[in-house]
């Protein structure tokens, strides 16, 4: 009895340390990992280390206000209700994406519109695990990954060096935009200099780095104070 305890604990913890989709493929191999990798205490891990801050009462709305409290456990499992939560989440997000596109003509966008589409993401409530499923994708422009990575870092406050792990996971770390931007002329004994322009062609691993925080703070700032106007686009179109 002990000994089935034991081993069953030993399951659980590896159990835990899997991605959702590696834990379904583990559930497939016999009856006894089946049993484990469909619980509820599994998904319910699954569920609340992909989305921490979520409101299980306001997903399962209905059943709490007939009940007045939060249940421990939702109506219809803890793995249901992790994948219909996907299932809407890669809806939503995708719809953010063709907005970011279609708004972004030749791979191009405009930092108004830039911190428009990040506004618009932390609505949605993006996860870290999201963005590298929906945001980190080779095949999206290189500007949506870049979004990501603004997102991920400066609203989730995800390590930059996680960051970097996950975008070299997802194979765009070395992909590149450029960057330019108009500063306003400062004044010299009385004289305004001129507008300075400048260019930057900067890979999304390097953002990452903590030399290049001034970078992604004036993207976060936006068009303000000094700096009147900032384009971003995909350092491929920017050549072509």
Known sequence: MCSNLLLRDVALTIISLLEARDVCSLGCCSCFWRDLCFSNCVWAH??????????????????????????????????????????????????????????????????????????????????????????????????????????????????????????????????????????VGRWLHGFRLRDENYTRRISLEELTMSEEEPILAMLNRGAVHEVIRIQICSADSRMS
């Not at 801050?53 to 456990?73: F, K, M």
């Not at 708004?103 to 911190?115: D, H, I, K, M």
């Open 46 to 183: 699954l569920f609340r280390r992909r989305w921490p801050h979520a409101d299980v009462a306001q997903l399962n709305r209905s059943t709490c206000a007939a009940s007045g409290e939060t249940p421990l456990i939702p109506p219809e499992g803890w793995k249901a209700l992790y994948i219909e939560s996907h299932k809407k989440i890669a809806q939503e997000t995708s719809f953010a994406i063709h907005e970011i596109d279609q708004g972004a003509p030749l791979n191009s966008l405009e930092v108004t519109r830039y911190l428009s589409a990040i506004k618009q993401l932390s609505t949605l409530s993006l996860g870290f695990e999201d963005v590298c499923l929906f945001l980190f994708r080779p095949k999206l422009s290189v500007v949506v990954n870049l979004i990501g990575l603004h997102y991920s870092i400066l609203y989730l406050h995800i390590p930059p060096k996680e960051v970097f792990e996950a975008l070299t996971r997802c194979q765009v770390a070395r992909r590149q935009v450029c960057l330019s931007w108009l500063k």
